[in-house]
């Protein structure tokens, strides 16, 4: 699978919250971590409340958007 257009192998039919955990030990990922995020699964947002139940698989791509406050 491609984590913001980096290849990456985990195992298949992971969740998304076991996505974000093993990406938060993950150097090339891990500033993700410190924000509030929006996640794009093969460019469809996900809600929150699925990131539980979603599984995904080694074709899939997944972009991660932190979500920044400014002014």
Do not use: H
């Not at 076991?18 to 947002?45: A, G, H, P, V």
């Amino acid at each position: 699978m491609k984590i913001n257009n980096i290849e990456i192998s985990l195992d298949e039919d992971i969740t998304i919250i076991e996505m974000l955990t093993y990406i938060s030990e993950d150097k090339r990922f891990s500033q993700l971590s410190k924000f509030n995020k929006l996640i794009f699964l093969n460019d469809k947002i996900v809600e929150e409340v699925n990131y539980n139940s979603i599984k995904l698989s080694k074709e899939d791509n997944i972009k991660i958007v932190p979500l920044l406050a400014g002014g």
